[in-house]
């Protein structure tokens, strides 16, 4: 297939228009690509209003042993509120706590506003965690489990096809994170792998990364999440 000017315009309309079905629409985005180097659309300004976190609480340091800290995205229930397939976050992050609980554990949810990628996402919530395991959440669905002293692409389990998720994957991502806290031996959680899922949602992962990524406030750095504002 040739990738033209008009194909690339034709794809980036229908993802929009998709984001726009699904809750997570970009505003203000021309249909006329920009000029090659400038990384942008032309005659865009966001892909959506700056939220305001005036007021908001920085996230302390846990002290609890059983605890998992949940990184969430900064556009996670704010700006995006479903998953590249379409699952509510919010029933996202409560399968994920509930899996953490089934085995004893606490959960903590904090806001990341100083990076989007899930790997620091997640190292970042590990070493807020008072057990020292953490997990990251982008707001498209991506997910890791990471521990406080590993390295940020040397996590304990990465889930990085979205599409292919489903809320029972997820209450498992919080059962295994919180059997690493409790030392037991955990088994890797299988997930289907579709080598064409990538091809197919590449344009629609890089609006939702781009919404993500422009509601970054590093100053605020991670903040304790309240739920949806």
Aim: one cysteine or more; charged letters at 25%; hydrophobic letters at 40%.
């Amino acid at each position: 297939m040739e990738v033209n000017e008009q194909l690339v315009r034709a794809v980036t309309q229908a993802v929009v228009a998709q984001l726009m079905a699904s809750g997570a629409q970009p505003q203000n985005v021309s249909s006329t690509p920009a000029p090659a180097g400038t990384g942008s659309f032309a005659g865009k300004t966001r892909m959506r209003p700056k939220h305001s976190y005036e007021g908001a609480v920085r996230a302390a340091k846990g002290t609890d042993p059983k605890e998992v800290v949940i990184g969430v995205g900064a556009a996670f229930q704010t700006e995006i509120t479903k998953t590249m397939s379409g699952i509510p976050l919010e029933e996202v992050l409560r399968n994920i706590c509930a899996g953490i609980e089934e085995e004893g554990m606490t959960s903590r949810v904090v806001k990341v506003l100083d990076t989007s990628d899930v790997g620091f996402m997640g190292l970042e919530a590990a070493k807020l965690s008072g057990s020292g395991i953490g997990i990251g959440l982008q707001s498209k669905g991506t997910t890791v489990i990471h521990q406080k002293d590993l390295y940020p692409l040397s996590n304990l389990e990465l889930f990085p096809q979205a599409p292919l998720m489903d809320l029972d994957t997820y209450r498992k991502i919080g059962r295994n994170a919180a059997k690493y806290v409790k030392g037991e031996k955990v088994t890797p959680i299988e997930c289907t792998n579709d080598p064409m899922v990538r091809a197919k949602y590449q344009v629609k992962a890089a609006l939702l990364h781009i919404i993500e990524t422009e509601q970054l406030d590093p100053e605020k750095g991670m903040i304790e999440w309240e739920g949806t504002k």
